[in-house]
């Protein structure tokens, strides 16, 4: 049966700063709702080894350090909800939160932690693939190209992660870049330079996935030189695309002001969004660092300034009264 509940504080999402707001928000006694959303734990959840959270001396797994921020905030006095929330009603406060369940949660503060998605290329053959050999997560599919030859599209942390990652099962990965340096941190590089299942394609773009229809299975790749044109067709069983992520704030179009490239704004120093009581944190507002340990640190500041702004908002209401 659907209901209706009131909320000091409502957090979208719990990942690293939707987990950190919510320990920050119960601590102080603002009895937080956290709703945990289609990925509960976010995106750490889809990664392996996690080397540069700080506390952990020795490598620690993604959805580990999830489970233990999420039992953390709910020790603490968070209230954790498996929802999704799919429409909100930022124009007057208290907002309003409608999820999937029916459930709609009257909010006197909102933190926005709502992180962001795995980008695709957009190639309609990378559409009509998705699912049957493309994929955006090796962690997730990983496991079905034991002794196979996989690609891995892009030059960031994410692509060299996951080209490391699929050596534990494929024979042979190719990654492809679009230039001929990688963005990655140079420890991954090395890595990934020494290993000896992996090799690098560079100055190249995935023109086209080619595979078979009927069932729909890919077989390999288009590649094109960026500087000499050059298609080069190679055999592949699979193609992991990483090439970024894009915020997931399509919720909040035409409520709350973004940056062009759909980030949520916030203010300098602060996570306070053009619309009092509503904070952003973490990847969904962050579009430079979007680390753990950043998006966790953003999660700490919109507790401690939806507390300020409620404490502030109550000494407001009790002088009109
Ligand atoms: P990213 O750093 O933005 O890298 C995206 C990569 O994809 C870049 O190499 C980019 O090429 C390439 N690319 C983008 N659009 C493309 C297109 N249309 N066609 C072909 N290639 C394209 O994204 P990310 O690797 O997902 O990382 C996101 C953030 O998370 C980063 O800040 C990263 O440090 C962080 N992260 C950290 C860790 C870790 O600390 N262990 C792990 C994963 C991610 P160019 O280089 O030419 O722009």
Same mark, same amino acid.
């Given at each position: 049966m659907s209901g209706i509940v009131h909320a000091k504080v409502v957090i979208i999402g719990s990942g690293a700063a939707g987990c950190t707001a919510a320990i920050y928000a119960a601590r102080a006694m603002l009895e937080p709702v956290m709703i945990r959303g289609i990925q509960p734990g976010g995106q750490l959840t889809i990664t392996t080894d996690v080397e540069n959270y700080p506390g952990f001396a020795d490598v620690i797994q993604g959805p580990w350090l999830m489970e233990q921020m999420e039992k953390q905030a709910a020790q603490v006095g968070a209230r954790l909800v498996s929802d999704h929330v799919n429409k909100v009603e930022l124009s007057q406060r208290p907002f309003r939160i409608t999820c999937d369940s029916g459930d709609t949660y009257i909010a006197e503060s909102l933190v926005i932690a709502t992180g962001a998605q795995a980008r695709w290329l957009d190639l309609p053959s990378e559409q009509a693939f998705r699912g049957h050999g493309v994929s955006a997560c090796a962690t997730c599919d990983g496991f079905f190209y034991r002794g196979k030859n996989v690609i891995v599209v892009g030059g960031g942390n994410t692509a060299v992660e996951e080209a490391l990652f699929l050596t534990n099962f494929a024979n042979k990965v190719t990654v492809v870049h679009r $230039?001929? !340096?990688? $963005? !990655?941190?140079r420890i991954l590089q090395d890595r990934l330079f020494r290993h000896p299942k992996i090799v690098v394609i560079w100055d190249g773009v995935l023109d086209q996935v080619l595979g078979n229809e009927d069932p729909p299975k890919v077989a390999g790749a288009a590649i094109r030189?960026?500087?000499?044109?050059a298609v080069t067709e190679i055999g592949a069983d699979g193609i992991f695309i990483a090439i970024g992520h894009s915020p997931a704030s399509e919720l909040f179009v035409g409520q709350i002001q973004m940056k062009p490239n759909g980030y949520i704004r916030t203010a300098p120093y602060s996570t306070a969004t053009s619309v009092p009581g509503v904070f952003a944190a973490g990847d969904v507002t962050d579009d430079v660092y979007r680390q753990a340990v950043t998006a966790a640190g953003m999660g700490c500041m919109a507790a401690l300034e939806a507390e300020r702004f409620l404490t502030a908002h109550k000494v407001e209401s009790i002088a009109a009264e």
């Open positions: $230039r001929d !340096a990688f $963005r !990655a941190e030189n960026v500087k000499t044109g």
